[in-house]
């Protein structure tokens, strides 16, 4: 799990940085189990071992990430019964086993580079791009490491990458197997559906007191009250701090002269360029466009340049136009020589490593020059914000602190003067208990994850948003998940039992059709004699691309099976039952390289895998491994 967790995570840098991954979650439990000095070993490898709080803190991550990734609805029960804790525990087994080559060929990190990758990190710098100590200790804390801990964590990440590397494949050696596996991916179906929907017919079907009963007590999953939850929660926003910040008109001045161009309104112009291949080409366009607007000095320059080059090329009108853009928007020497032009004038050709440019600026938005008058009220607030980013990292290592003694959310809020709001019950979806959406939910990406991932009466990590807030919430109650009484859920078994039946005569009507055209009738005809309308999805892919809401992933298995003219099997489908006939198999005519390109990257961090479980397979062997399977049964013995 680990491992799927790691090949999701595309750069060598960001695999450094794998543990920042939880500081979004809440973490299950509270951490270490076991004091430093009595922390049992789980697992023995060679003379290295898996100590439980090592695992205890591997596990939580993962259950965090699962938890998060199904929003709320992924259970210790679920990862037990997916046997989640043993992958965990072979995870870090497989770690020791890297970690001891790493040993046995005595590769070392220096320290110089490892903080280096530290001070250079995105994650701990400021708006200025500088590396901050307090966001540095501020991201610790959320994912429960001290300094020591973090660097050895990301030295030993570091090191394990260096063995992989030495035993993963790099040549691509499969060419043939990409091409292949790209022109069947790539080819596509005509298809025909027709749509046999329960909602089609009406069932007069009225179950008795008993049937309900025995819905209710054979079928109880599906009459479920949801688990919901009321919290606190804590908000930090920039926009709070600006009254206590007091910036003289001085440090304001000193901004705006040390940087006047950032202040200004930087010119803009419309341009419409293209290249061509020769200057031959570029030469006979050029000279179609001046002799057509010779021939009618009335017509627009920017129409004429357009309507000439996307009648003699096979350029569109969309990728002439540049847009309207700034100097610094474009590559120098495009920029050079676009902002010298003059407005209406076509200018080229101009040799360039892309071929023969010819381009049109057609209009012009001068600079503006702004005074330290118009903008003084704008850097005064610029200034404000950043200094209060600044402080909003410091108020939260201080609300960290203020629960680290005891204190609730409100009370540790109220400490660095960040509001408070309480939210009654909802669900998982954002519902309250009437079966309303709550409209003033706070529009945190992330919200209503956190609520349902963290513990009833604790509080969560703060959380930052892309907007620069932060947020913490707690959990003031929760009402679990339960079975609806007779009363609450006497409605709906009654439209389950009508939809049931239902279903059954559609399924029958749809097994009857099926049958007639096996036994050679014309499908439109028959389409026509049962009333139905043929729904024509005219390129189908593979990924079900062409035929969304009009049929299934189990369809599209049997429609890229069939021949032309076949038809599938009725397959049910929400409420209803399709069928499709094939009218075309439609082979894949272009080759793109870059697709091919990434099939044969995927099939080969296929192989990779594979040589890496061989490595694994090859020094668990060599390695003297213990696991205390007795220790590992006891930590779930409680949740059991």
Do not use: C
Not at 423 to 443: A, H, Q, R, S, T
Not at 571 to 591: L, V
Request: aromatic share 8%.
């Amino acid at each position: 799990m680990l491992e799927k967790l790691r090949n999701n995570i595309n750069s060598v840098f960001s695999k450094l940085f794998l543990l920042l991954l939880a500081a979004s979650f809440a973490l299950w439990g509270v951490g270490d189990i076991f004091s430093p000095d009595q922390d049992p070993t789980l697992a023995e490898v060679g003379d290295m071992e898996v100590t439980v709080n090592q695992f205890i803190s591997s596990y939580q991550r993962i259950i965090s990430e699962l938890n998060s990734s199904t929003n709320g609805n992924f259970t210790e029960e679920m990862a037990q019964s997916l046997g989640l804790p043993n992958q965990t525990l072979n995870q870090l087994i497989n770690e020791r086993i890297y970690d001891l080559e790493v040993e046995k060929i005595n590769l070392i990190l220096p320290e110089k580079h490892l903080k280096e990758l530290i001070l250079s990190s995105p994650a701990f710098k400021d708006q200025f791009g500088q590396f901050n100590k307090e966001q540095f200790q501020f991201t610790l804390r959320q994912i429960g490491m001290d300094e020591k801990q973090y660097l050895k964590e990301i030295s030993n990440t570091i090191l394990r990458e260096q063995i992989r590397n030495i035993i993963q494949p790099h040549n691509d050696i499969t060419n043939a197997i990409g091409n292949t596996f790209y022109k069947l991916r790539n080819e596509e179906r005509a298809i025909e559906t027709i749509n046999f929907s329960a909602s089609s017919y009406k069932s007069e079907i009225v179950p008795s007191d008993l049937d309900i009963e025995n819905e209710l007590t054979d079928n109880y999953q599906l009459y479920q009250v949801p688990e919901y939850r009321s919290f606190s929660i804590m908000t930090l926003r920039p926009d709070d701090l600006l009254s206590s910040i007091n910036i003289g008109e001085e440090e304001i001045k000193s901004e705006f002269d040390n940087y006047p161009e950032k202040y200004n309104i930087a010119e803009k112009r419309e341009v419409f360029l293209t290249n061509f291949s020769s200057e031959e080409e570029a030469i006979n366009i050029i000279n179609k466009i001046n002799d057509e607007i010779n021939n009618d000095n009335s017509k627009n320059k920017k129409d004429v340049f357009n309507n000439v080059i996307t009648s003699n090329s096979d350029k569109s009108k969309e990728a002439l136009y540049l847009g309207n853009v700034i100097f610094d928007e474009l590559p120098e020497e495009v920029a050079t020589s676009v902002f010298s032009a003059e407005k209406n004038k076509i200018i080229g050709p101009e040799e360039t490593a892309f071929g023969w440019r010819i381009f049109l600026v057609n209009e012009i938005e001068p600079e503006v020059i702004m005074s330290f008058d118009d903008v003084k009220d704008q850097i005064e607030k610029e200034i404000k914000v950043n200094i209060a980013l600044e402080k909003m990292y410091e108020l939260g290592n201080m609300f960290y602190d203020e629960l680290a003694m005891g204190n609730n959310i409100t009370d540790a809020a109220s400490s660095i003067n960040a509001k408070v709001r309480d939210i009654n019950f909802i669900d998982n979806k954002g519902i309250d208990i009437n079966g309303d959406i709550v409209e003033d939910l706070p529009p945190f990406p992330e919200l209503i994850d956190t609520v349902f991932s963290t513990n009833d009466n604790d509080t969560s990590d703060i959380i930052n948003t892309i907007s620069n807030i932060m947020y913490a919430i707690q959990i003031n109650e929760i009402k679990p998940q339960r079975t609806m009484n007779l009363n609450e859920a006497k409605n709906k078994i009654i439209e389950n039992f009508k939809n049931r039946e239902n279903m059954t005569i559609a399924k029958k009507y749809a097994e009857q059709f099926y049958l007639d055209i096996t036994n050679g009738a014309n499908f439109n005809e028959l389409s026509k004699k049962y009333n139905l309308v043929i729904i024509e999805s005219p390129s189908v892919k593979r990924d079900g691309s062409g035929s969304e809401g009009v049929v299934n992933s189990e369809a599209i298995d049997k429609i890229f099976s069939l021949k032309v003219n076949e038809i599938t099997s009725p397959t049910i489908y929400n409420n209803s039952y399709t069928i499709s006939k094939i009218t075309q198999i439609i082979p894949t005519n272009t080759d793109s390289a870059e697709d091919i390109d990434l099939i044969n990257s995927n099939i080969i961090n296929d192989i990779s895998d594979e040589i890496h479980n061989i490595f694994i397979n090859h020094f668990s062997k060599k390695y003297n491994i213990k696991i205390n399977n007795q220790l590992l049964d006891s930590l779930f013995s409680d949740n059991s």
